[in-house]
């Protein structure tokens, strides 16, 4: 019974950080749209570490096709975040070149940096508890290609590519430009009330595991 209620209570206080932060924020371009077809996964691993069930349970979902991005809750995992993101690192060594996730350490430890886009990455994934997220490789590419897709006209008649390729410089990758966005969206809603945000959810997490 332990266990079901901490399983329970990590997936509902998963879901609060989920729609009410990154959801209600729109700091995810796949997350809302993911949900509501069905095509995220949430589960429970009550381990103090990923381990090789953990591998084995990504490889299982990878096998679903239906199943684009995946969270893996650890609600028992005491480690600091530095820890934890080694330790998905590992895991992620451990699935080796068959992978068909790309996996990122979410961590409850983190505060609001804004020295620039990549140091505020951190407290956008300050989950209630240490989360690994795994987004399937064909949706990350999918998300690409509907961004980099153009609209601007060229003639091909009077098309000078060297004088094209030296006016536009490739656009940043990916998740730079989430990054970026991420961080003019918190700074207008206002970095406090996004942390008092998370701090209530992390409360009620406290208040809730036995």
Same mark, same amino acid.
């Given at each position: 019974?332990?266990?079901?209620?901490?399983?329970?209570?990590?997936?509902?206080?998963?879901?609060?950080?989920?729609?009410?932060?990154?959801?209600?924020?729109?700091?995810?371009?796949?997350?809302?749209?993911?949900?509501?077809?069905?095509?995220? =996964?949430? *589960?429970?691993?009550?381990?103090?570490?990923?381990?090789? #069930? &953990?591998?084995?349970?990504? %490889?299982? +979902?990878?096998? $679903?096709?239906?199943?684009?991005?995946?969270?893996?809750?650890?609600?028992?995992?005491?480690?600091?975040?530095?820890?934890?993101?080694?330790?998905?690192?590992?895991?992620?060594?451990?699935?080796?070149?068959?992978?068909?996730?790309?996996?990122?350490?979410?961590?409850?430890?983190?505060?609001?940096?804004?020295?620039?886009?990549?140091?505020?990455?951190?407290?956008?994934?300050r989950t209630?508890?240490?989360?690994?997220?795994?987004?399937?490789?064909?949706?990350?590419?999918?998300?690409? =290609?509907? *961004?980099?897709?153009g609209s601007?006209?060229?003639?091909? #008649? &009077?098309?000078?590519?060297? %004088?094209? +390729?030296?006016? $536009?410089?490739?656009?940043?990758?990916?998740?730079?430009?989430?990054?970026?966005?991420?961080l003019a969206?918190?700074?207008?809603?206002?970095?406090?009330?996004?942390?008092?945000?998370?701090?209530?959810?992390?409360?009620?997490?406290?208040?809730?595991?036995?």
């Amino acid at each position: 019974m332990r266990d079901e209620h901490i399983a329970r209570e990590a997936r509902r206080v998963y879901r609060r950080y989920a729609e009410e932060f990154v959801e209600a924020l729109g700091l995810c371009p796949w997350a809302t749209r993911a949900r509501r077809e069905g095509s995220t =996964r949430v *589960e429970v691993d009550l381990g103090t570490a990923p381990s090789a #069930a &953990t591998a084995e349970q990504l %490889a299982r +979902l990878g096998r $679903e096709p239906d199943v684009l991005v995946a969270l893996v809750l650890f609600p028992r995992v005491r480690a600091s975040r530095k820890a934890w993101e080694r330790e998905v690192s590992a895991l992620r060594e451990r699935l080796g070149s068959s992978a068909c996730f790309a996996l990122a350490a979410f961590h409850p430890d983190a505060r609001p940096h804004t020295e620039s886009a990549a140091r505020l990455v951190p407290f956008i994934r300050r989950t209630p508890d240490p989360t690994v997220q795994a987004i399937r490789f064909s949706a990350l590419d999918a998300v690409r =290609r509907r *961004e980099d897709r153009g609209s601007r006209f060229v003639d091909p #008649a &009077t098309l000078d590519l060297g %004088a094209l +390729l030296a006016s $536009e410089p490739p656009r940043p990758a990916l998740h730079e430009r989430v990054a970026e966005t991420n961080l003019a969206t918190l700074e207008a809603h206002g970095l406090g009330r996004a942390a008092a945000l998370l701090d209530a959810i992390h409360a009620d997490r406290q208040r809730s595991y036995p």
